[in-house]
Structures are given as structure tokens and as C-alpha cells.
């Protein structure tokens, strides 16, 4: 991927185009695809990350274009399933820190992409949502990035791109903050710090695109609690106090909460 693609003249912009044609190249290339067509995509979105070499300004676009394009190009060769899209988002974020992109525009415009990506080729947002922020987590952690910051671009790129292609942002937004808060979690990061950078990052994204911030945020909020309150009351309140109000000159309002815990903190707020 890296070679061919140096060799196109296409490096610059890493296009769409490019990177889905050099992918299905490489990917008939190989002898057998079945189930390591995730692991394919995600080598491939890493040789055109390095094929651009130090992306620095143009970090955004490029992320997002290349995984689109190794997306497209998988979907023309295998089967692209939801576990493929997790592998292009944890390389995506592998191959931009490998060529000092910043992590949360890096984490932002992989999640847009993949989801965008998957969105062309037929996967459902309800289908791809978890698995592509499992991904931005677990790439994150692999570099070493801090999974507050990871939690406020995931949002933000999941918003813009169920936006753009039209799916139900309000249940992406709640579902993507409830597989934030039980991957922070599981690694014990502080969950009302990844409540609230979710909820900043989905009052941005909504903003950019014309979304009801409010509703978007409150939808991230509820979310937020019913995960935190699956880990512990405690940490079900730590979220609700942080996670709602007025963040961002925006009213945050916690809806109906459903959660295995917590049933006497459940009304809404």
C-alpha cells in the first residue's frame, strides 16, 4: 500500500479513489481473505498512512478519506463486517500517531471515515457503532493516548457521520457513550471525566452539522448514566452530576435512565 501508493502521485491527498483502488489490488493479491480481511484492512490504512508521510494540517482529511477508501475496497474484495471496521479504526489511529498526527483529530476523522466507509458499502450505524468505538478505544490505548481526549473525538466523529448519511443520531450518540463509559471502565479511567469530554464533544460535532446540540448532548448524558450506573450507584451518580446541567452554554437533561442498577436513581433528571 505504501509503495504503490507513493508511486500514484496521490500521496498528497491520499484520495478515496486511490486508496480503494490500491486495496483491492492488494487485496486479490493475497492467496486467502476469509476472516483476516480485518486484519488486511487495517495494514492497508496503515501503508497509506505512512505513504503520506507527515500529514501535520491536512491529518483530518486524509484519515478519513484513506479509511473510507480501504472500506470501499475491502467491501469489493470480502466481506466487510462490523469487526472489520473496528481493525481500520485501531490501525487508523496506529498509523497517524506513526506519523505525528494529533490524537484527537486522528481519532475523530478515523471514526467518521469507518463509519462513513461502512455506511457506503451497506453496514447499518446501529450495526457498526460499538464496534468502531471498541476500536478507537482499544487504538488509543495502544498508543498511549489519554481515553478522555479519545472519548471527545469519538463522540464528535460518530455525530458528524451519522449525520451525513442520514441515520438516527440521538440512539448513535446514546449508544456510543454507553460503549465509552464500559470501555473507560474496564480500565479504570475516571468515568465522569469521559462522561463530560463525551457530551463537549457531541455539543461541537451537533453545532458543525446542524444537530440539536441539546438533544445530542442529553441523548450522550443518558447513555453515560445508564452505562456508569451498570458499574456501580456510585459511579452512576459521578456521572449524572458531571454529565448534566449546562455544559458548554448548552442545557444537558438526562432522560429515562435503564440500567441493571440503580433503580431508585432511574427518573429523569
Known sequence: ???????????????????????VNALRSTRTIGG??????????????????????????????????VIQ?????????????HDVVVGAIRGSSDVGAELGTAAQHAVEGTLKGGASIGVTTEEAVVQVTRGAIEGTRE?????????QATMAGVITAVAGTGGDVTTAARDT??????????????LAQVAVAAVQGSISA?????????????????????????VSDAAGDAVRNAATGTIQ?????????????????????
Do not use: C, F, N, P
Request: glycine share 16%; net charge negative; charged share 15%.
Open 206 to 230: 451537533a453545532k458543525s452539522v446542524g444537530v440539536d446540540a441539546e438533544k445530542a448532548a442529553s441523548a450522550v448524558a443518558t447513555g453515560a448514566i445508564e452505562a456508569a450506573y451498570d
Open 249 to 269: 452554554e448548552v442545557r444537558v437533561v438526562a432522560g429515562s435512565i435503564t440500567s441493571d442498577q440503580g433503580d431508585d436513581k432511574k427518573a429523569a433528571t
Open 73 to 85: 475496497g475491502t467491501g469489493q474484495v470480502a466481506t466487510a463486517t462490523t469487526t472489520t471496521l
Open 143 to 151: 498508543i498511549g493516548g489519554s481515553l478522555v481526549t479519545a472519548a
Open 36 to 69: 483476516e480481511a480485518g486484519h488486511l484492512a487495517q495494514d492497508a490504512i496503515i501503508g497509506a498512512l505512512q505513504a503520506t508521510g507527515k500529514i501535520g494540517g491536512a491529518a483530518g482529511a486524509v484519515v478519513r478519506d484513506s479509511a473510507i477508501g
Open 177 to 190: 457513550s454507553r460503549q465509552l463509559i464500559s470501555s473507560a471502565a474496564a480500565v479504570g479511567e475516571d
Open 1 to 23: 500500500m505504501a509503495g504503490t501508493l507513493s508511486g500514484t502521485g496521490h500521496v498528497a491527498g491520499a484520495g478515496i479513489d486511490a486508496v480503494r483502488d490500491v486495496t
